[in-house]
């Protein structure tokens, strides 16, 4: 299979991303805008429109794809999604294998950023592996035993919402921590740390810090071989990741944390290349459970 074409689609509140995959390689690629105010049918014609813009659609295996929000990965439907108001209750997966006929997976997009960097980035060498999505929120996929788990409606991860000081981890690790917290930017605070400004320098290592408590508590929850981290935060990781190191390091129990490695991804265009990689994973997973249920 691994030469074989795959749909990678990430659905956004304004964007939505279709790519073409081989092996994990962007063949061909296409982004349209996103109707958010139309109605559910409205979104869903335009994903169909996009995938038809590509040629040679005909000949992929299947499609994967990431989306904002709750999904009941079975059924493939997705639940209220903030930034499309008509999406309540959206029988996406149905839809589009009626329309196309092929085989389609569904997660959230954190889910997708994880089984991306396990099957074609820095998550390769490791099966038990924690990705962190640091941006305007704080996300995490989880790989287990090579596998993507997901929980109930894909909702495992949502570490960003777990209590943390006065608040949560989103708003400590996240963008929020420059906006709310200290009335500044987090691009123009990177630019001043570029210039060796103290006050952005000392703003970073106390972002590390909570990054790194952040990290602690997964370590605590899953002792992952790998913590990798991607999303707009992680473009000033130079400038915090001492001080979240500093943090990691004193966790309680070394041997743990013997082997343990903290990477930043490199991976480009990670949300459609997880779609993809979300339908490689699970397409072989069950084609697996099938043989073991014949035999």
Request: glycine share 12%; hydrophobic share 40%.
């Amino acid at each position: 299979m691994s030469t074989e074409k795959i749909v990678g689609i990430d659905i956004g509140g304004t964007k939505i991303s279709i790519g073409i995959l081989v092996d994990g390689k962007i063949e061909q690629f296409v982004k349209l805008d996103t109707p958010a105010e139309g109605t559910q049918e409205e979104v869903m014609e335009q994903i169909v429109k996009g995938i038809e813009t590509l040629p040679g659609h005909q000949e992929a295996v299947g499609i994967g794809i990431g989306a904002p929000g709750l999904i009941d990965e079975k059924e493939g439907v997705i639940f209220s999604v903030t930034n499309i108001p008509s999406w309540k209750e959206v029988h996406l997966k149905s839809y589009l294998e009626k329309h196309f006929k092929k085989p389609v997976y569904i997660t959230n997009d954190a889910n997708c950023f994880a089984i991306g960097v396990k099957m074609y980035g820095e998550g390769k060498p490791y099966s038990n592996v924690v990705c962190l999505a640091l941006g305007t929120g704080v996300g995490a996929g989880i790989i287990i035993d090579g596998y993507l788990y997901s929980g109930e409606v894909a909702g495992a991860g949502e570490v960003g919402g777990l209590p943390y000081r006065d608040a949560d981890f989103e708003t400590y690790c996240s963008g929020k921590f420059f906006k709310m917290l200290n009335n500044t930017d987090g691009v123009a605070t990177y630019e001043k740390a570029k210039q060796n400004d103290p006050e952005a320098l000392k703003l970073f290592a106390e972002l590390g810090g909570h990054i790194g408590n952040l990290i602690k508590t997964s370590i605590f929850m899953l002792a992952p071989q790998a913590v990798i981290i991607g999303g707009s935060v992680s473009n000033s990781y130079e400038f915090w990741q001492d001080a979240m190191w500093e943090s990691v390091k004193t966790f309680p129990y070394k041997k743990v944390t013997e082997h343990f490695v903290v990477l930043k991804t490199e991976l480009d265009d990670i949300a459609v290349v997880g779609a993809a990689a979300l339908f490689k994973n699970r397409f072989e997973k069950d084609q697996l459970a099938k043989r073991v249920t014949v035999l």
